[in-house]
């Protein structure tokens, strides 16, 4: 008999009640198993409490597997528009070289076995529909068992999945899902390989300093065939579809499929989520993406330069992932895809922060990985528009994803709140380390990589702006972490200047980041993400232009990095003072302010900020060492220039005459 706890009831002959007995308003426990199978009046008493629980709360399962049915509710389907949906996910799903897709089911099939109680087996039996009764019969393009789909799941089923069936994934203390990405942790930019097709190879920025490694028709084939195998032999896959571009009338339907529900929960996170109305209506997506990184590619196949390859095709709209489970690859994918499509519209993409003040001024952040673009995007007194990718259109500005992508590492609330505050459940931690027992991540820990990530939707931003659009921006500022120390906090930019240094992309790493960097080290990114660029970077840099002079756009480059020296011997620009100067641009102090030119850059430079130093506002100033400045000076100049020989001819997206005007906005060396 099992042993149960009740409360303890006395006799009638204590206060009224009934079945003989009464419950007392103050009780102990008395254990069931002391009253059962007693003889006499003691086994009728125990009848009586049978009947009185039995009564009070009947059974409404005959069994377990019946029990745990009643646990969750489901909504009425609409049959039509399931079939619809199954039939487009099983096109995708399609080998190129047969004429039909395998089955799909979305969601797992409940009913593949019968349970054994009879009232549980009788709803199973009526329940089934010819599908799944056919599901066994029915094989996939590779003649293993039918493809079991999950579509667009919720969070809380992304994490039911990621839990069961991936060792990596933990529940974190503020409840974010901590995972893995496997050995890469980091994108592969080596490994991307894009479509040598007529119709966009000449609009395809190719050659030196290029991004864009060709590849032909054959081997992208050859590469979806691997790919879409992988994926039909795997127990089940995850298929999300969701959108790219805030503004209607310029986005893009994107259809992700992959192995992992980390994965689909990431694109579910990063894509624009769609209303249950829009799922429904779906249909055919625009792009497609093949997530199969957990297989490698094959070494011999033509083009290929490791196990790693993420290969485009503009004319097929789809993107294949082998060899690496890094989600950013995913991420990017899209936004290389935007980089092509918006401009051939007359729209710019920008790899860029973006917020708004209370009087509508829009701001554009621009800088590579480590300047601050997120952190200042991110501004309690300006709602956020978004923090790394944008449009630029005839109506304004908009986000082009639905989610941000924060780097983890040094973490800290009191730095950056919004972020910080942002990492709760639907949250993806990516390649964090965390205490075992009470799951506090230590966001200061490198062991598994210096690229750790926080993936979230951007409604977890309090100050969000949603829908993600605004108007034209008011400022841009471009961002640069200077290592070498000798460019100032602020400076104000001609057009001819915003056209060179937006080419340009420059940052430093410093001494100590990845292995063999000793000394800082220029980095120069085209468009602050030539990563990511389909056209060549004048082609972004003329739009700008263009755009700046029709809305009166003002343009500013800030210093994150050093001053006082370089990395070593100087020391780094304060949070504070950065967000000063931003604070200044956006009240409209730095318009009014006079300005003297610093040397070599011809940079226009402040001579005052409120609440910043006044002696640091000049390099030059903050320096020691005179000689060493001059010295350092000169050579980032050189690098400047050696750097921009790649683009000095306008890539036939500007007139000789132009080009010539953004070249010599540069530095000059005497």
């Known amino acids: 008999v099992v042993s149960t706890r009740i409360n303890v009831v006395k006799p009638l002959s204590e206060g009224f009640g009934f079945f003989g007995y009464r419950i007392p308003r103050m009780s102990t426990g008395l254990n069931l198993s002391s009253l059962v199978g007693k003889e006499g009046g003691d086994g009728k008493r125990s009848d009586d409490l049978r009947r009185l629980v039995n009564e009070a ?28 949906r199954q039939e487009s996910i099983a096109q995708t799903l399609r080998s190129k070289a047969v004429n039909a897709g395998p089955r799909v089911i979305t969601k797992e099939p409940r ?25 066994f019969h029915d094989m996939s393009d590779v003649g293993l068992k039918p493809v079991v789909v999950y579509h667009n799941l919720t969070v809380a089923e992304y994490y039911e999945h ?69 994926l039909n032999m795997l127990d089940r896959i995850y298929v999300f579809d969701g959108f790219a571009g805030w503004d209607p009338a310029s986005r893009l339907k994107i259809r992700v499929v992959s192995a992992r529900p980390y994965h689909a929960l990431f694109m579910n996170n990063m894509l624009i989520r769609p209303s249950e109305e829009e799922l429904a209506e779906f249909g055919t ?90 952190t200042l995007s991110a501004d309690p007194k300006r709602p956020l528009i978004g923090d790394d990718e944008h449009g630029w259109g005839d109506t304004g500005v908009f986000n082009i994803e639905g989610g941000c992508y924060a780097k983890a590492i040094g973490l800290k609330r009191e730095n950056e709140p919004e972020i910080f505050d942002a990492i709760r459940f639907g949250t993806i931690l990516e390649n964090v380390v965390f205490d075992d027992e009470t799951r506090v991540v230590d966001y200061e820990s490198n062991s598994i990589t210096e690229n750790t990530r926080a993936s979230y939707p951007i409604e977890f931003i309090d100050n969000a702006h949603i829908p993600c659009v605004a108007g034209h921006p008011k400022n841009i500022i471009m961002l640069c972490c ?20 937006f080419i340009s992309g420059y940052t430093a790493k410093v001494a100590g980041t990845e292995m063999g960097v000793t000394e800082p080290e220029a980095t120069f990114s085209a468009c602050f993400g030539s990563a990511f660029l389909m056209w060549h970077p004048t082609k972004y840099a003329s739009m700008l232009a263009e755009k700046m002079e029709k809305h009166g756009t003002t343009a500013w480059l800030i210093n994150t990095g ?52 006044t002696e640091v506002l000049m390099p030059s100033n903050s320096w020691v060492d005179k000689e060493a400045y001059n010295n350092t000076l000169a050579n980032l100049a050189g690098l400047f220039k050696e750097n921009f020989v790649t683009y000095q001819d306008g890539g036939g997206h500007v007139t000789p005459d132009e080009a010539h005007r953004i070249l010599a906005a540069g530095p000059h060396m005497a």
């Open 285 to 374: 997506p625009d792009f497609t993406i093949y997530n199969a990184g957990a297989f490698p590619a094959n070494r011999y196949t033509s083009y290929m330069t490791s196990s790693s390859s993420i290969d485009v095709s503009l004319e097929h709209k789809e993107m294949i992932i082998l060899g690496t489970q890094y989600a950013g690859e995913m991420k990017k994918g899209v936004f290389s895809l935007m980089n092509y499509w918006l401009p051939k519209r007359g729209i710019l993409s920008l790899h860029s922060g973006c917020n708004v003040g209370q009087g509508g001024d829009v701001t554009m952040f621009f800088g590579l990985s480590g300047t601050g673009k997120t």
């Open 562 to 613: 050093w001053t006082g020296g370089s990395y070593g011997t100087g020391y780094r620009f304060k949070l504070r003072h950065t967000r000063a100067i931003v604070d200044a641009i956006h009240n409209g102090e730095l318009l009014e302010a006079e300005y003297e030119s610093m040397p070599v850059f011809n940079l226009q430079v402040p001579k005052a900020v409120t609440n910043v130093p």
């Open 482 to 501: 200077d290592a070498f120390g000798v460019l100032p906090p602020v400076s104000k930019l001609t057009k001819e200047q915003a056209m060179y240094y």
């Open 162 to 230: 990621a839990l069961k069936y991936e060792k990596s994934s933990h529940i974190t203390s503020t409840g974010a899902l901590a995972t893995l990405s496997g050995a890469k942790t980091g994108r592969s930019p080596k490994d991307k390989r894009v479509v040598k097709d007529p119709e966009s190879m000449d609009d395809i920025w190719w050659g030196k300093g290029s991004p864009n490694f060709e590849m032909d028709e054959h081997t992208f084939r050859l590469n979806r065939e691997r790919a879409v195998d992988y």
């Open 57 to 84: 709360h009947p059974p409404r399962a005959s069994d377990l597997e019946e029990l745990q049915g009643l646990q969750k509710t489901q909504k009425e389907r609409d049959e039509a528009k399931d079939e619809k």
């Open 111 to 135: 009913h593949l076995y019968l349970p054994q109680s009879p009232r549980s087996r009788a709803k199973a039996e009526a329940e089934q529909t010819d599908v799944v009764r056919e599901m």
